[in-house]
């Protein structure tokens, strides 16, 4: 397993409670800002594959545009039948006003 930390975006492009579409070596990633805490996790709905970046965010919830299909944003769990599907979630941290994801890669 190969591990990369990747600056994905500045912090000033994600202000609380909106996201951000980033894509790290074609693998595409949601950003979402939640009362100031940055979440990653993966951008496509476990349902029809709907942009999760392009949909709603509500606390720690985001809403797939195209279902209603809703996730938590910091486990990646579904918040609405079927329960028990996750998407990926990625850890965040940042640095001098910067957004890093850690990805862990299968070799």
Do not use: Q
């Not at 990633?29 to 009362?35: K, S, W, Y």
């Not at 594959?49 to 919830?61: K, N, V």
């Amino acid at each position: 397993m190969a591990v990369e930390v990747v600056r994905v975006a500045a912090l000033a492009d994600l202000p609380p409670g909106r996201l951000l579409y980033v894509e790290v070596d074609g693998l595409p990633i949601a950003l979402a800002n939640v009362g100031g805490t940055i979440y990653a996790f993966g951008d496509s709905c476990r349902h029809e594959g709907g942009p999760l970046s392009a949909g709603a965010l509500i606390g720690e919830t985001i809403t797939c545009p195209w279902h209603g299909w809703a996730y938590n944003v910091r486990t990646g769990k579904s918040i609405v039948p079927p329960v028990g599907l996750r998407i990926p979630t990625y850890p965040v941290s940042l640095r001098d006003g910067e957004i890093f994801v850690t990805i862990e890669w299968e070799e």
